[in-house]
């Protein structure tokens, strides 16, 4: 079956000959008329949209966008932060660049309809260090639209008042976690919290009842302030409504970033029809479908089992490249659709290399606040680099398992998975290759095989 | 401190943006660094008088964050990123380019004074591997060809800095 079309909703505009990212433009395009028509509702009314639309998070957790927002605490009395996280820094990602640098405002806009849908008055966009650019773009934005009256103090003469500043980060993966996130906007070490107590819904920035969503995620908040939630859930598929960008990296002829409809395309189709397939002379081997922490798959597997389509129960069979790009599917067969980012590794990797490549990352990575990831990442790190520059033994897979095994599951943030399950995938899949290492490595290399640590 | 003018005005702007003075510790580190290059022991102490903080507040964000720096690095940061998406495209080859071009290894001043480079995580511009930041610039898809251009770009500028 031919791919489908792409469905371009919140990358409408990214790479327009003549699109520029001031507000002029944006408002040609019919920019800030979704914001007009919104404060001219009730707040609740937008909720209700939002729930009804079936949004998941475009961060990495896939969480229901309405029901994050149907958590917050709005008795407290206390005032309600919207958090945008701009961080994108999971391996593999590269959505929210674009939006930022492109088309900063209509993240602008679906900032100001959160904000008014939920009564926040003060926004903030933590925006990771390594985007100055973009931070520049979207102070420049938010002052474009404050001069129009699309933010601060009584919008478009309403009565309702809200302020966003950027904040930037300095370089620190682990303030993509929304609890971590927080501390740093706080200004301290971005130790992640735990929860309970600690629900952003609940006892978020400042102890205050906060949103923490991702820009994307936001985007699409205008989307379907603009169409219904109604309209919304009929694009893409049952409970993976809307669009998807996947931001395919690595070994394909054409990568890039490609939006469409959730679950209407397959992974196969996505690899070999939109990117073009491996590259000449080359086989795909692996693939990370939802950033680097997803659990790695391995071409020519099988996945059976039973899903549902509908009401009903059937059956599936599917080989990788049948699967469909959604949460729900990538998650069945024991991967996730995370943040979108596609790593394609070829026939020219080495499994064990392309590990320690990780690993390395999760190690400068972890913040050392629980000891299971801060010991067990270095370790990883440790016994992979000895693998790929010292000695190798056969025995390092199932060292490597062990060590990954005693992380996942006893640490306060996600983090301890995001940085375990890449050895444990790898090893479950690729483990042949981790026992023929010690001599994969005496033979000579082939040609075009490039140091990945 | 001896800053910028402006630097001063944008300090005391910014900390207005937060209802709590702590949460301008990143803010005025970044504007510290921007402008004099690096954090030194006694920005930080100032830093943390500005805010009514304990110097230790300030110095365990410093100590934390990657991209703060507490020494003088050269006249350009060069950043090759590391992370999977870049070395499966030749990540490393740049890396090692750059430092052949400046004569100098990873975190060091060049010996010509001219740039300080780093191997960095991840930069989120995995679709166009591998890519390398010179200060606040992105370039794409630096292979050792462009490694080369974008260094002699960098030390054409140096020359006509000088004469």
Redesign the interface.
């Known amino acids: 079956m031919p791919a489908p079309e792409q469905r371009r909703i919140i990358f409408k505009h990214i790479d327009e000959p003549g699109y520029t990212p001031d507000i002029d433009c944006y408002v040609r395009n019919g920019g800030y008329e979704v914001l007009k028509k919104s404060v001219q509702r009730k707040p609740e009314e937008i909720v209700d949209e939002v729930k009804k639309s079936g949004l998941r998070g475009r961060g990495g957790a896939g969480f229901p966008c309405g029901v994050k927002w149907s958590l917050l605490d709005r008795k407290s009395g206390k005032p309600i932060y919207l958090v945008v996280n701009a961080d994108?820094?999971?391996?593999?990602?590269?959505k929210?660049?674009y939006i930022i640098h492109q088309d900063p405002h209509q993240l602008i806009e679906g900032i100001m309809i959160t904000c008014f849908a939920n009564n926040v008055k003060q926004a903030y966009i933590y925006i990771?260090?390594?985007?100055?650019?973009g931070a520049r773009i979207l102070e420049r934005a938010i002052a474009e639209a404050r001069a129009r009256n699309f933010a601060g103090p009584n919008i478009l003469g309403t009565g309702y008042s809200c302020e966003i500043?950027v904040?930037?980060?300095?370089?620190?993966?682990i303030c993509g976690e929304e609890t971590g996130l927080i501390e740093?906007?706080?200004?301290?070490?971005?130790y992640p919290r735990i929860k309970p107590p600690y629900f952003p819904a609940v006892l978020g920035l400042?102890m205050c009842p906060t949103i923490v969503n991702n820009v994307e995620t936001l985007c699409h908040v205008k989307y379907i302030a603009d169409v219904g939630g109604q309209a919304f859930s009929q694009i893409g598929t049952p409970n993976n409504t809307g669009t998807r960008i996947f931001?395919?990296?690595?070994?394909v002829k054409r990568?890039?970033?490609y939006e469409f409809e959730t679950g209407k395309i397959t992974l196969g189709q996505l690899l070999n029809e939109v990117c073009g397939g491996p590259l000449p002379g080359r086989k795909f081997k692996a693939v990370i479908p939802g950033g680097?922490s997803a659990k790695v798959l391995k071409f020519g597997e099988r996945f059976k089992g039973k899903r549902k389509a509908g009401a009903e129960m059937v059956d599936y069979d599917w080989a990788l490249e049948d699967v469909p790009m959604d949460f729900d599917s990538l998650a069945m067969i024991g991967s996730m659709g995370g943040s979108g980012?596609v790593?394609v590794?070829d026939d020219s990797?080495n499994m064990v290399d392309?590990l320690a490549?990780?690993n390395?990352?999760y190690a400068?990575?972890s913040?050392g606040q629980c000891t299971p990831c801060r010991e067990g990442s270095l370790w990883m790190k440790k016994i992979s680099n000895r693998m790929v520059h010292g000695d190798a033994r056969t025995e390092d897979g199932a060292l490597l398992k062990s060590v990954a095994d005693q992380i996942a599951g006893r640490t306060i943030c996600a983090f301890g998975e995001a940085c375990s399950w890449p050895t444990q995938s790898f090893i479950q899949k690729f483990g042949d290759e981790f026992k023929a290492y010690p001599d994969a490595k005496k033979q000579p290399k082939r040609d075009g095989t490039?140091?990945?640590? | 401190m001896d800053l910028k003018p402006e630097t001063f005005a944008r300090i005391e702007e910014v900390i207005t943006h937060y209802p709590t003075k702590r949460s301008a510790v990143l803010p005025l580190l970044h504007l510290i660094q921007e402008d004099a290059g690096y954090i030194s022991d006694s920005a930080m102490e100032w830093v943390a008088q500005k805010l009514e903080l304990q110097p230790i507040n300030v110095y365990e964000v410093v100590t934390f964050y990657p991209m703060f720096r507490r020494k003088p690095i050269g006249r350009r940061h060069i950043k090759v990123c590391r992370t999977l998406s870049c070395a499966l495209m030749g990540g490393y080859r740049t890396c090692e380019e750059f430092k052949k071009e400046f004569n100098t290894g990873l975190n060091q001043i060049s010996p010509d004074g001219e740039v300080t480079i780093e191997f960095v995580e991840c930069l989120a511009s995995c679709g166009t591997a591998p890519v390398v930041m010179v200060d606040d610039v992105l370039h794409e898809k630096v292979d050792c060809a462009k490694a080369r251009e974008i260094a002699a770009q960098i030390k054409r500028k140096a020359e006509g800095q000088k004469g």
Do not use: Q, W
């Not at chain 1, 904040?167 to 993966?173: F, L, V």
């Not at chain 1, 740093?184 to 971005?190: A, D, I, M, V």
């Not at chain 1, 490039?450 to 640590?453: C, F, I």
């Open positions: 994108e820094s999971e391996p593999g990602t590269f929210d660049r990771r260090g390594e985007f100055p650019e500043y904040h930037r980060g300095a370089g620190a993966y740093s906007l706080e200004g301290k070490r971005p400042y931001c395919v990296s690595g070994h990568p890039g970033y680097s980012g790593i590794m990797v392309a490549n990780i390395a990352f400068h990575e913040c490039l140091e990945l640590v």
